[in-house]
């Protein structure tokens, strides 16, 4: 490997291939170093229809339009008794193409992403692994790595695009994670073979179903060949901690039996996975960019699986990170203003994600929002598909409040 190039991303996940592509896509000498092998197993497999815009600049739009990932419509809701709620169908807010989606293999998303970054020009190392991050008077400059069967060497850049995921190479160094105070989380999960598929336009829905009492919520996402992805989101200190067991397959059994909306689905399905965990996993960085660096996708945060907002982060961090990265290069500015300036808008969208996620949690009925307030339902729709980026879907946040503090009034005289 030759000693210098325009841009080093470190990591080739969705947001590190999105950056690298892009960059590269303006001519610039893209290195990207990936510790591991693809394909490899990751969660987040369902995409929410602003991905579209992303994925077509990417150039990936057809391969994703031949692909045999199952095909997402809509999303629905299913309360802790079990009732339905009225599906979300994209397309009838939006009548355009990018309002059908898809629910995929992120080992095969994502193995597509890097091979695309490497038809771009990306230079793509695997199994190579990034020790640390070199810094001159506060500038990054490059990274020590050591390249597979290789011993470790410097390579310098003139910026260094940190998307190494939630062990992030700069994250934890400079300081930069904060912990959501509010999002303690946890998730569990595993996946099943011959569980309930709806038909028709209905098969590829994400069901977020709720658990008695509403102490947490299962995610429902249908995959290819069979497969149901099914797992279980709480409060962290409920699901692993004040319990009489630590036994994942127990946790989970024991909340399959608390969620009525889930229990026919899964009752004739074979579990084809092991059980997996995550556990507090909601944090931000305080700024996205430095000198000579910028974070994107996990990197930079994580919110929550709900929504399924994170592959829609991932890939447009990783895209206004680009933007930023080859403006200032072609000007000769990779300072932290220029680097991050696409931070503040980003920050916001996020936010809004976030407001809708405590929502939830707080208990909020999409159902009676829908009923009382029906001329608002687009503006829910616009937060569901992702489109976070502009003001008017703050329309919602007064009549949700109003809703939330009705149900805590008839809540109260229930008493």
């Known amino acids: 490997m030759k000693s210098e190039c325009d841009v080093i991303v470190i990591g080739g996940g969705p947001s590190g291939s999105t950056a690298a592509t892009l960059i590269a896509q ?13 394909p490899r197993y990751h969660i987040g497999e369902s995409l929410i229809p602003q991905t579209y815009d992303v994925v077509k600049r990417l150039n990936l739009l057809d391969r994703m339009k031949g692909s045999h990932f ?18 979300f169908y994209f397309v009838e807010h939006k009548p355009h193409e990018s309002s059908q989606t898809w629910q995929v293999l992120r080992s095969e998303f994502d193995q597509n992403m890097l091979n695309n970054a490497r ?43 940190d998307a190494s995921g939630q062990s992030s190479m700069i994250l934890d160094r400079l300081g930069l994670r904060e912990w959501d105070p509010v999002l303690k989380k946890a998730a569990l ?24 009492g509403k102490k947490g919520w299962f995610w429902y996402i249908p995959l290819h060949d069979d497969v149901i992805a099914v797992g279980v989101v ?27 909306g889930l229990q026919p689905r899964i009752e004739n399905a074979t579990r084809i996975a092991p059980f997996r965990a995550a ?9 996205a960019a430095g000198d000579g660096r ?9 919110l929550d699986p709900l929504y399924s907002s994170g592959v829609l982060l991932a890939l447009r961090s990783g895209q206004l990170a680009a933007d930023a990265v080859t403006e200032g290069l072609a000007v000769g500015d990779t300072s932290a203003a220029q680097l991050g300036k696409w931070e ?22 999409f159902g009676r929002f829908v009923k009382k307030y029906p001329h608002l339902k687009g503006y829910v729709t616009d937060l569901l598909i992702g489109d976070l980026f502009k003001d008017e879907v703050d329309a919602v946040w007064g009549p949700m409040e109003e809703i939330r503090r009705e149900q805590e009034a008839e809540a109260r005289l229930a008493v």
């Not at 020009?121 to 810094?135: P, Q, T, Y």
């Open 119 to 161: 038809d771009h020009g990306v230079e793509v190392h695997e199994g190579a692994r990034v020790l640390d991050v070199s810094f001159e008077n506060g500038r990054a400059t490059g990274v020590r790595v050591v390249p597979e069967g290789g011993s470790e060497q410097h390579v310098s850049a003139r910026v260094v695009v």
């Open 344 to 365: 503040a808008g980003f920050v916001q969208g996020m936010d809004r994600m976030r407001r809708l996620v405590c929502a939830f949690y707080d208990g909020f009925s």
């Open 70 to 87: 199952i095909k997402k419509y809509s999303v629905q809701f299913v309360s802790d008794s079990g009732r339905l709620s009225e599906p």
């Open 189 to 212: 999960w595993t996946y099943w073979k011959g569980a309930y598929r709806d038909t028709g336009r209905d098969e590829g829905a994400t069901m977020v179903l709720q658990t008695q």
């Open 279 to 287: 556990k507090e996993y909601s944090y931000r960085a305080r700024r």
């Open 26 to 38: 303006k001519g610039y000498k893209v290195r990207l170093f990936e510790r591991e092998h693809f």
């Open 234 to 260: 709480a409060a962290h200190d409920y699901l692993f901690v004040n319990r009489d067991t630590k036994d994942y397959e127990q946790i989970y059994f024991e909340e399959v039996a608390r969620c009525p």
């Open 294 to 302: 910028v974070l994107v996708g996990d990197a930079f945060g994580f």
